[in-house]
């Protein structure tokens, strides 16, 4: 079994002195690293590239999922850090996502896109994998003494912060959290047949949730502050894996 690790803002050295290469896809390229978890292969991925200054709306998805799988990954735990849509769910909470919805508006968030792929429809029913997500609850628990929350994610193209009426908008249609990441991810692995499960660091309040505008250097070092939670769980995650898929998520992809 090989995992992959997608690293996200603030998060970047969450395994330290590896050695990152430029994987080369049919996509474009990405920045990768191999490191092991107590025997299993982890293949380490920066999602913001080698110097984690790419801006989400011009990450290269494609080729950062199509990496993981020219790299034999089966499964994917992602980190991302998300602003809070609720009063309730306070930074520095830490959650599992369950469910998404997309407001996305720039692509290619598909593979299937040209007439040689066919008209495909891929199922979303469950949109993270129940085992990667049942494995980072429970990895959880062990490390924070607690169950985390499960979250809804909004998925938005960025770069900038949302709108206080957007922020409301966004809560009203059900979600709990928003970034600017997590939803191209999904899908991605999920067409590619790739087990994907999200472990949301909550670094902020969204706009108008509070007076205090938004910057970006503090979501990052509220995101290091957990650093060393946010790795016991992803260790422990990756030792409770299953060794062999039983969920249903390939059954849902074309590939």
């Not at 690293?7 to 049919?26: A, I, K, Y």
């Not at 999922?65 to 980190?79: M, P």
């Not at 066919?118 to 029913?125: K, M």
Request: hydrophobic share 35%; glycine share 8%; charged share 25%.
């Amino acid at each position: 079994m090989r995992v992959g690790l997608i690293v996200g803002t603030g998060m970047g050295d969450l395994f330290p002195g590896l050695q990152w290469s430029t994987h080369r896809t049919e996509y474009g390229t990405a920045c990768v690293a191999l490191t092991a978890v107590d025997g299993t292969e982890i293949i380490v991925l920066r999602r913001h590239g080698l110097e984690m200054r790419t801006p989400p709306h011009l990450i290269n998805y494609r080729a950062n999922i199509q990496a993981l799988r020219d790299n034999d990954a089966t499964r994917a735990v992602s980190t991302a850090a998300v602003g809070s849509l609720r009063l309730q769910t306070a930074p520095g909470t830490l959650a599992i996502v369950e469910d998404f919805i997309d407001c996305t508006r720039s692509g290619p968030i598909t593979i299937f896109d040209s007439p040689t792929t066919g008209l495909v429809h891929t199922d979303f029913s469950r949109p993270f994998c129940p085992e990667v997500s049942e494995a980072l609850s429970r990895a959880a628990s062990k490390v924070c003494k607690k169950r985390l929350p499960k979250v809804v994610y909004v998925g938005v193209d960025g770069p900038r912060y949302e709108s206080p009426a957007e922020v409301r908008m966004y809560a009203k249609f059900g979600g709990d959290v928003v970034g600017m990441t997590v939803v191209r991810e999904a899908i991605l692995a999920r067409e590619m047949g790739i087990c994907y499960g999200c472990l949301a660091i909550v670094a902020n309040y969204a706009s108008g949730l509070c007076d205090k505008p938004l910057r970006h250097e503090e979501v990052t070092q509220l995101t290091r502050a957990r650093e060393n939670d946010i790795r016991a769980i992803i260790c422990e995650t990756i030792r409770r894996l299953p060794r062999t898929n039983q969920c249903t998520c390939k059954d849902g992809s074309c590939c």
